[in-house]
């Protein structure tokens, strides 16, 4: 007779993935719902970068087209190359205000998604964020939009 193991965790993304949260963010999110995780981690950006689609240039460079949407309506397109999607889109943030430090990242794959995490800061604060997307890069640009929201646009 073989006994089953359960395994009992405090980690919301875990519970629902199967995959842990990066060390630091989990402890800020032990024990609270997959609905609070999202609201605290991931809200809505008011200022939000998305990746159309990436062209792989010679060398490290990247042909990035990105459109940015502020409050939902406003719509700006913009061809950024640059040797990386995190760059391309903090460049954005910061010359719309959102200057953003990436202190820590990290990626996971999640069926055919990407979830990113990043600790985010400014010369303030640091705030962890998190974004879902169906390529790495547009899940990177879906983190800085939610850093940028909660280091910027949000007042707690």
């Known amino acids: 007779m073989q006994t ?8 919301p993304f875990y519970e629902r993935f199967g995959l842990p949260l990066p060390t630091g963010l989990k402890e800020q999110a032990s024990g609270i719902s997959w609905a ?23 060398g490290t460079l990247n042909e990035y087209n990105i459109t940015l949407l502020q ?32 202190l820590q ?27 879902f997307g169906g390529t790495p890069e547009q899940s990177i640009a879906a983190a800085l939009s939610t850093a940028g929201e909660l280091l910027y646009g949000r007042r707690s």
Not at 4 to 11: K, L, R
Not at 39 to 55: K, Q
Not at 86 to 95: D, F, G, N, S
């Open 36 to 58: 609070t995780f999202t609201d605290t981690f991931a809200p809505i950006a008011d200022l939000r970068v998305r990746i159309n689609s990436t062209t792989q240039l010679r």
């Open 4 to 11: 089953q193991q359960y395994i009992t965790t405090t980690d």
């Open 71 to 102: 409050r939902g309506q406003q719509r700006e397109e913009h061809t950024i190359v640059g040797a990386g999607a995190a760059l391309a889109c903090t460049q954005l943030l910061a010359e719309r205000g959102r200057r953003i430090e990436i």
């Open 105 to 131: 990242f990290h990626q996971r794959k999640i069926f055919e998604s990407t979830a990113t995490f990043i600790l985010a800061g400014n010369d303030v604060h640091s705030r962890w964020a998190m974004g």
